[in-house]
């Protein structure tokens, strides 16, 4: 029995393969997920996941690296795109079609030391601060769900720290190893920076996902490759080789951890 099963997924394989054809990939640079090579090609840990499901199908990716807010409309509009590393929210659930999951994720409000030392306790306390968001982002979408009078909107996700540093902007909301790798980058010092609230809302994976019409076969061949990227565990050494962990899998990150506030 378990041979047939065998052969019964191979075979699967090979027909979904030999249907393969030409990908529109879209994305952004987001470190440590998709970074710039020296080389300046596109590397990163959602990268070198994305392109073993490539392997696996056969089909070809076009790779763009686009602005997020431009790459998330031509993934909302276009036929047959892939994009990758998305959030998977509630508000964008009905908007694609999910493919698999990259990383669990939790996200903060942050802002600076020097001018705050305990955090939140809930969201009216900071309604009044000035914030900065990349455009087209699930942290966006949270500051217009709790009706944000003053925010500060960018295309560029390094501008959102910079503006933070720089006093642009008091607050910026997002996750721990996202922001830690984008202020590296400017060449900012992240540990000048405290956890002031959790957006538990936006709490969320980190994902690949195709535009809504996006055919049935080819969504079914990428679902196979990644059923298989599982099963053989060699997502999880892909993971693993970029010191990538699940969020809900590590350490306490409540703001409230090492403050003295207590919050009902």
């Not at 720089?166 to 400017?186: M, T, Y």
Request: net charge positive.
């Amino acid at each position: 029995m378990k041979v047939l099963c065998v052969l019964y997924m191979v075979g699967l394989f090979v027909t979904t393969t030999a249907q393969a054809s030409h990908i529109k990939v879209v994305t952004e640079y987001l470190a440590p997920f998709q970074i710039k090579n020296p080389d300046g090609s596109l590397g990163g840990y959602s990268t070198e996941v994305v392109r073993a499901l490539f392997k696996l199908t056969g089909d070809t990716p076009n790779i763009q690296v686009l602005p997020w807010s431009r790459g998330y409309r031509i993934a909302q509009s276009d036929k047959n795109v892939m994009i990758y590393s998305i959030a998977r929210t509630q508000q964008r659930e009905p908007l694609f079609l999910w493919l698999g999951k990259l990383k669990d994720e939790r996200i903060f409000v942050w802002g600076l030391k020097t001018k705050f030392s305990q955090p939140f306790c809930s969201v009216d306390e900071f309604k009044h601060y000035v914030f900065a968001s990349s455009k087209n982002y699930n942290t966006e979408q949270f500051l217009t769900l709790h009706d944000f009078k003053t925010v500060q909107s960018v295309n560029k996700n390094e501008q959102v720290v910079k503006m933070l540093f720089r006093s642009r902007a008091d607050l910026i909301v997002g996750n721990e190893l996202v922001l830690k790798n984008q202020a590296e980058l400017v060449g900012l010092d992240f540990s000048k920076t405290i956890k002031l609230f959790e957006a538990k809302s936006l709490a969320k994976s980190l994902s690949i996902a195709f535009s809504k019409s996006t055919d049935a076969a080819g969504l079914k061949r990428f679902k196979t490759a990644f059923a298989r990227l599982e099963a053989s565990g060699e997502l999880a050494a892909i993971k693993k080789r970029w010191d990538v962990v699940d969020d809900s899998q590590g350490k306490d990150l409540s703001p409230y951890t090492k403050s003295g506030r207590k919050c009902e």
